[in-house]
């Protein structure tokens, strides 16, 4: 599974086929029963950006998805039923949140709606008059028309179909979806599409750990309303703010925008490190009394600090709040942690690398609360402000190898790619991949932040390969002596 744009996909032409409720599934999502309680904190932000584009009569394009390559003709209707089978078991994929009253109220479809005989139908779309040029433009229109909080189904599935295989896509609103929903969706929607198609039964009822985000949900906010601006993890956060000047991370560079200003987003990527130059860093890491995620932020720290001049570092991380119960349940399950450290005055990346894993260990504990528990509490002590707060940089770390479906067809040709909105920042995600390590990040379509971006990151990798150069010049000299 590889991060990148939806055009290095680059599928060949085939027809358009994608999976509909058919009418009487539609009409139970319309009708579908208001489930009490309130949305995730992650879904409240993104639901109010949400109205607040469409107020101001925007694109939304919210969404993220994934596509690969099968072998083999398609089988339509056994699709379908892997499909229904598959929104069955998950919880969060039978929701919508109504705005009619004016707030968003979320609605549950029944499971025995979209289990139903024909629940999902196959329908063939308009194919692009110029396959080679217009296909990317053809599946964005599609999913920028479906793929919103609003109405049900907030997803795409969809198929280019041909005589000896098919490309299979997904696209999901992100209300619904996180990134490690998204490596594991396709998957499993084969795993089911395989057994139908063979006429083996096909699971409808969620595996032990597939527990529906809605309780996911409701455990968040009983865990907030446990903690008061006295709780020792709201004081940790406040304490790592306050020595920031109740700044949260900005990228240490000039983007060229206006406070408050964003810019059409420019995806940016690229290989930072390949095939044994990955295990020489993750051995050097590990040597240093850290892993590769504690190697990468000690990078960021020493890149970052060298162009500040400052002798602090603070980042702030995207971790997954799954727990055992939820480890392959779909839907946003995440939180942020603060990573602090003291960059070491020799700026010696060993022991950069074993600060930064310090750090993040007490990052994590801090994620132990809801980051917006903290982020009101800021707030409301006056240790930041929300022109302050703006719109943070974001540091995301995935090691792919580790998801299910590892080694299948369908997860070695994937794909995964998000909606290109719009940023005010250039959050970067960093994947470990099989023989690579992996830099993604959404940054502003301008030539200054353009410029900018290249050059932090040139610095970024001239700083692991720095480290990489004096690791193997002192392996060496210990083997001459």
Same mark, same amino acid.
């Given at each position: 599974?590889?991060? @990148? ?22 009409k139970?999502? =319309? *009708? ?15 639901l @109010? ?10 694109t ?11 072998d083999?003709?398609? =089988?339509?209707?056994?699709?379908a ?9 998950h ?6 949140? *109504?705005?009619s ?10 499971a025995?709606? !979209?289990l ?7 329908a ?24 919103t ?27 619904f ?16 599409? *395989?057994?139908?198609r063979?006429?083996r ?23 907030a ?41 420019a995806?940016v ?9 990955? =295990? ?15 190697g990468?932020?000690?990078?960021l720290a ?6 500040t ?9 995207? !971790? ?22 003291? !960059?070491?005055?020799s ?8 600060a930064?894993?310090?750090g ?18 800021m ?14 940089q974001?540091?995301?770390?995935l ?8 080694g299948?067809?369908?997860?070695e ?5 998000? @909606? ?9 995600w ?10 993604g990040?959404q940054?502003p379509?301008?030539p200054?932040?353009?410029r900018? !971006? ?10 692991v ?10 392996? @060496? ?5």
């Open positions: 599974m590889k991060l @990148g744009k939806l055009s290095s996909w680059a599928p060949a032409e085939g027809r358009l086929v994608v999976w509909r409720p058919e009418g009487a599934l539609q139970a999502a =319309d *009708d579908a029963p208001v489930d009490p309680g309130p949305a995730s904190f992650l879904q409240g932000d993104h @109010g950006a949400y109205a607040a584009t469409v107020a101001e009569g925007r939304h394009r919210g969404w993220t998805g994934v596509a690969t390559e099968l083999g003709p398609l =089988d339509r209707v056994a699709m039923t892997a499909l229904a089978a598959f929104a069955a078991r919880e969060g994929m039978r929701t919508w949140f *109504d705005y009253s004016g707030l968003p109220e979320r609605r549950l479809v029944p025995e709606a !979209v139903a005989e024909g629940a999902f139908e196959a063939e779309v308009d194919d692009p008059a110029d396959w080679a040029s217009d296909w990317e433009a053809t599946l964005t229109e599609l999913f920028d028309a479906q793929c909080p609003d109405s049900w189904t907030p997803f795409r599935l969809g198929a280019i179909e041909r005589p000896d295989g098919f490309g299979l896509f997904w696209a999901c609103d992100h209300a979806t996180d990134g490690a929903s998204q490596v594991m969706v396709l998957n499993e929607i084969v795993e089911s599409y *395989d057994a139908a063979d006429g039964p096909v699971q409808t009822e969620p595996a032990p750990d597939q527990t529906s985000v809605l309780q996911h949900t409701r455990e968040e906010w009983e865990l309303a446990a903690q008061t601006p006295e709780s020792p993890e709201v004081q940790a956060w406040l304490e790592v703010v306050r020595r920031h000047d109740g700044n949260l991370p900005q990228l240490p560079v000039d983007l060229g925008l206006e406070p408050g200003e964003s810019a059409p987003v995806p990527e690229f290989d930072l490190l390949t095939g044994d130059e990955v =295990d020489a860093f993750e051995a050097l890491c590990r040597a240093s009394g850290g892993n590769l995620t504690s990468v932020f000690a990078a020493l890149t970052d600090t060298a162009i001049g400052a002798d602090r570092w603070f980042g702030i991380t995207v !971790v997954g709040s799954r727990g055992p119960a939820y480890l392959r349940s779909q839907g946003w399950l995440c939180n942020f942690a603060p990573v602090e450290l003291a !960059v070491p005055e700026r010696d990346f060993a022991e950069t690398v074993a930064a894993h310090a993040f260990k007490a990052g994590l504990q801090l994620a132990s609360i809801p980051a917006h528990v903290a982020l009101g509490a707030l409301a002590a006056g240790v930041t402000t929300i022109e302050q707060v703006g719109s943070p974001m540091v995301s770390f090691d792919l190898r580790r998801f299910p479906g590892v299948t067809p369908t997860y040709r994937g794909l995964h790619f998000t @909606g290109l909105g719009r940023t005010r920042n250039a959050s970067m960093i994947n470990r991949e099989p023989g690579r390590l992996h830099f990040a940054t379509d301008t200054q932040a353009q900018a !971006v290249a050059d932090y990151h040139q610095q970024v990798e001239r700083t390969r720095a480290a990489l150069a004096a690791s193997e010049g002192a392996t @060496g000299a210990g083997h001459g002596g």
